[in-house]
């Protein structure tokens, strides 16, 4: 069992930056992959980032390529995501998310527990 705490949402400007945390309690965090997923108002839910278990193998959504960075922290239990050159169409609720898996896997189905959420919102 895997609970999870997302920090560090908030209002920005375009082209600002955020720094979201997601803290990790359960004995299984440092063997999991780890994501990041993202719902805006009347979407789906969507893919946005993974970590595999050991932080040296990633994976983006062409949308956030090159302008967010995931990492994690097993000593700290702490998967991270940095969001820079945020975009007005980046304001969703943001939502942490753990791998039934050690490796990447972009499929939510993959995904056996999940935070409540924290909201990033991009005014232009």
């Known amino acids: 069992q895997v609970q999870l705490v997302e920090s560090g949402g908030g209002l920005v400007q375009a082209g600002g930056s955020l720094r979201l945390s997601c803290a990790a309690s359960g004995r299984t965090f440092s063997s999991s992959a780890m994501g990041w997923f993202r719902q805006a108002p009347g979407k789906e839910r969507e893919f946005v980032t993974v970590i595999n278990w050991s932080g040296d193998n990633t994976r983006y959504a062409d949308s956030v390529k090159g302008r967010f960075t995931i990492s994690r922290d097993n000593a700290k239990n702490t998967v991270y995501l940095q969001m820079n050159s945020l975009k007005p169409e980046d304001t969703a609720v943001y939502y942490c998310?753990?791998?039934?898996?050690?490796?990447?896997?972009?499929?939510?189905?993959?995904?056996?527990?999940w935070g409540q959420g924290t909201q990033v919102t991009v005014s232009s």
């Open positions: 998310a753990a791998s039934i898996r050690s490796y990447v896997s972009t499929w939510s189905r993959d995904f056996g527990f």
